[in-house]
Structure formats: structure tokens, C-alpha cells
Nanobody
Framework: QVQLVESGGGLVQAGGSVRLSCVAS???????????MDWYRQAPGKQREWVAL???????DYADSVKGRFTISRDNAKKMVYLQMNSLKPEDTAVYYC??????WGQGTQVTVSS
């Protein structure tokens, strides 16, 4: 079993920055570093959408809507994944979720961008 806990959300003005963190725990000590980790988000009234991923080798990919503004990174020693979000827009307002091995999900962290 894998537990994921996100943190770092909050209220920010348009154009601002926020850094989200996700820490993994549970039955993951032996394989966190070998697994791809993702960030998703869900805006009010919309379906959950994929935002970014980072592979075990550090390769990254992003949704077109966030490319050039968001950066995903990981620290395998700490079993953590980060999402640095810059140049935030009101349309980035959503609950952000960490997704990992064994289809594990965190509880989400709210990011609200005011115009």
C-alpha cells in the first residue's frame, strides 16, 4: 500500500508562483525511485486532468496548458515529488493531486489563483 500526501497549495494572485510537494510512504521504500510520478488537477465542475509527469530517469512531460510555466521534479532519497508553478493564471485554479505507484492518489491540495 502506498500513501501520498500533498501540501503547498493556497491562494495566490495571477502571475504568482506556488510550489506543491508530495511525499510518499508505505510499501514503497524499495521502488519509489523506479516509478513514474504524476500530477493531476481537477477544477470545479470539470474532469480531473493530467498536468505533468516525471519518470524514474528524470524525464518530464507536461500538458500543453502548463508547458513553460510548471516544472516537475523529484527527490528519490526523500520520496518526494514537487510541482513548481509559475506565471499562474485564474484557470489554474483547481485541486492538485499527486499520483503514483499502484495507482495511488493523494487527498489533493487546493490552489486558487485570483485575478
Amino acid at each position: 500500500q502506498v500513501q501520498l500526501v500533498e501540501s503547498g497549495g493556497g491562494l495566490v494572485q495571477a502571475g504568482g508562483s506556488v510550489r506543491l510537494s508530495c511525499v510518499a510512504s508505505g510499501s514503497i521504500d524499495n521502488f519509489f525511485s523506479s516509478r513514474t510520478m504524476d500530477w493531476y488537477r481537477q477544477a470545479p465542475g470539470k474532469q480531473r486532468e493530467w498536468v505533468a509527469l516525471i519518470t524514474s530517469g528524470g524525464s518530464t512531460d507536461y500538458a500543453d496548458s502548463v508547458k513553460g510555466r510548471f516544472t516537475i521534479s523529484r527527490d528519490n532519497a526523500k520520496k518526494m515529488v514537487y510541482l513548481q508553478m509559475n506565471s499562474l493564471k485564474p484557470e489554474d485554479t483547481a485541486v492538485y493531486y499527486c499520483h503514483g505507484p499502484l495507482n495511488s492518489w493523494g487527498q489533493g491540495t487546493q490552489v486558487t489563483v485570483s485575478s
